[in-house]
């Protein structure tokens, strides 16, 4: 599939109007992120970091419109689909904020996105019920767990003011997502079938081996690029490849991997460690 910028359309009129009165953008001072300050190395980077966020960001609103598709299905509680599908308006505001952030920055780089493609392609013949597990745990146990625990650290680290502003003004909503995939098998738990826990144990699997490519490509990669002068990975919401990939092992061991175990869905020790030492 070809890469090319990411770019949105924005509607105005009653549209934005009505978005607004859900979810106001927020405070943030834009102009005071500067691109003529910083040099072009470190320009591109910061680009394609947050060009990532707003792709990113852009699909947690397709994934999370397909679980309360699901939840509904399933006929999970009301107040559980209602919450969920606030998550909605979360996800599309922090596109917003990810790609003001791009623009501020000079603009999105090129990358692949298949519109087509943005949720997970679900096995054939799952029962309403397996659908929304499996929907839960890899959107909301896989995905937004890793996404924000992973955004924490860096955001802690950043030193310019908007950028940090936009991570934390993000990662308050992922506080709250980050809780679905717990609670919603609060409610499944029970009934949860021997075979099904099996299941979703391969599930878990699978949705973390996309993953092993992040670290895999940030190994090798330069901590401080000479190109950039005074400016360190901090200054736009970037972090040393040395330490992310650390790290994002360190997500998925231990904050992806042992809830979902001590709620009965085995992952394979022996498969788990081959991804996390690949
Ligand atoms: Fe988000
Ligand atoms: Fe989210």
Redesign the pocket.
């Known amino acids: 599939m070809a890469a090319e910028p990411f770019h949105l359309e924005w509607f105005g009129g009653p549209a934005e109007h009505h978005f607004r009165n859900a979810r106001p953008l927020g405070d943030f001072d834009w102009e005071s992120l500067d691109r003529t300050r910083y040099p072009e190395g470190l320009l591109t980077t910061a680009r394609e970091v947050w060009t990532g966020i707003a792709i990113s960001?852009y699909v947690?609103i397709a994934a999370f419109a397909e679980v309360v598709s699901a939840l509904t299905a399933a006929r999970a509680p009301l107040d559980l689909i209602g919450m969920t599908s606030d998550f909605l308006a979360?996800?599309v505001r922090?596109v917003e904020l990810a790609s003001r952030v791009v623009m501020q920055l000079g603009g999105a780089v090129p990358k692949p996105l298949d519109t087509a493609r943005l949720t997970p392609l679900l096995a054939p013949g799952l029962t309403p019920f397996e659908r929304a597990n499996e929907l839960a745990l890899r959107v909301g146990c896989v995905a937004e767990v890793f996404?924000s625990a992973t955004a924490v650290p860096i955001m802690r680290e950043t030193t310019h003011g908007l950028v940090k502003a936009v991570y934390q003004s993000?990662l308050r909503?992922?506080a709250r997502?980050s809780r679905f995939g717990s609670l919603y098998f609060e409610w499944a738990g029970d009934r949860l079938s021997p075979a099904e826990r099996e299941r979703l144990g391969a599930v878990t699997l699978d949705a973390l081996t996309p993953y092993a490519g992040l670290w895999r490509s940030n190994i090798g990669l330069d901590d401080q690029p000479s190109e950039w002068g005074s400016f360190d990975a901090h200054e736009l919401g970037w972090i040393e490849p040395s330490r992310y990939v650390p790290l994002a092992k360190s997500v998925v061991s231990e904050q992806i991997v042992p809830p979902l175990r001590a709620i009965g869905i085995a992952i394979d020790a022996a498969e788990l460690e081959v991804l996390l030492t690949s």
């Open positions: 960001e947690a979360d996800e922090h996404a993000i909503d992922e997502h």
